[in-house]
């Protein structure tokens, strides 16, 4: 992709056949990566552990080095993020906040001296919003209460564009859904895009307007939200009747007698083949991600 091509009114990442490997001859972690955020989009990044969501965040914030591909953040090559660029977005790791022995009234002292710009009244409204002590030192906080924190850091410079690895981890789910997705969405009412990974499906699924599903490194399904949802149908058929392959196939499970097949390229076409078919479904983002993984969901 050349940096020409990017359109900055319309999206805040474009990222193009990205590849990351950690060992060279080793397996890729993010193999031709495609991806697509929406300026003032929410987009959430699903898959299970090891899928590469993580390494995609990493790699996107110029943090990894890839072997392939490209990653253009707010106009900026991810390999020559600006200092300019860098402040205006805002990431929350899956790591802790390195400086733990200090209160997170300081923290955010810390972190202000950063920014050219800083808004006490919005970071007021975002500690009352999260719930977080900010006379606590970091190291005196629950897991659950240091993760807000964490993410009160990442959203107090009012970032253009937020980026949040495992954002509720430590996270029990009411505060989840009381706190966490909350606050996503008042973030976007500022113009904020969000990009951020989960494995969470049900939380995903009411706060995000573009989805993105990765296994094994590779975007098996991506887009708006809805559109996902009316692309991917799940087709039981009789073993003798089913064909080698379908347009769009995201998988297949023998099911005794039957077979099921998934397929995110459902059109008017599939609808008259299958007309006969035992069963034709529609599937929430979990059934889709149980389809393709087979792995567990978080609750």
């Not at 906080?141 to 959203?155: I, P």
């Not at 479904?281 to 993984?293: A, C, G, I, P, Q």
Request: glycine share 10%; charged share 30%.
């Amino acid at each position: 992709m050349n940096n020409s091509s990017f359109d900055a009114s319309a999206n805040a990442v474009e990222i193009r056949g990205l590849t990351k490997r950690y060992s060279s001859g080793g397996p890729f972690a993010v193999d031709g990566l495609d991806l697509t955020v929406p300026r003032g989009s929410v987009f959430g990044l699903v898959g299970g552990n090891g899928s590469g969501k993580t390494t995609t965040l990493r790699t996107m914030l110029g943090l990894l080095r890839q072997n392939g591909g490209e990653a253009i953040v707010l106009g900026d090559d991810s390999r020559r993020l600006s200092k300019a660029t860098r402040k205006r977005i805002g990431y929350l790791s899956e790591d802790e906040f390195p400086y733990e022995d200090i209160a997170v009234v300081d923290a955010l002292q810390f972190v202000r001296g950063f920014f050219d710009t800083w808004d006490w009244d919005w970071v007021d409204h975002l500690i009352e919003r999260l719930g977080v002590d900010r006379k606590k030192r970091l190291d005196n906080l629950s897991k659950g209460q240091r993760r807000l924190a964490e993410l009160l850091l990442a959203v107090a410079p009012s970032p253009e564009l937020l980026v949040l690895d495992d954002p509720a981890i430590g996270l029990d789910p009411s505060v989840r859904r009381s706190v966490l997705w909350t606050l996503l969405e008042t973030v976007q009412e500022r113009g904020t895009t969000v990009l951020f990974s989960s494995h969470i499906l049900q939380d995903v699924e009411r706060v995000v307007d573009h989805v993105g599903i990765l296994q094994d490194g590779r975007m098996r399904i991506c887009g708006e939200i809805d559109d996902v949802k009316e692309r991917v149908r799940r087709v039981v058929l009789p073993k003798e009747a089913a064909p080698d392959a379908i347009s769009g196939e995201l998988c297949r499970e023998e099911l005794g007698s039957e077979v099921a097949i998934v397929t995110g390229g459902w059109n008017e076409e599939l609808a008259e083949q299958f007309r006969s078919a035992t069963a034709v479904d529609r599937l929430n983002l979990e059934e889709m991600f149980l389809s393709m993984s087979g792995e567990e969901v978080s609750s």
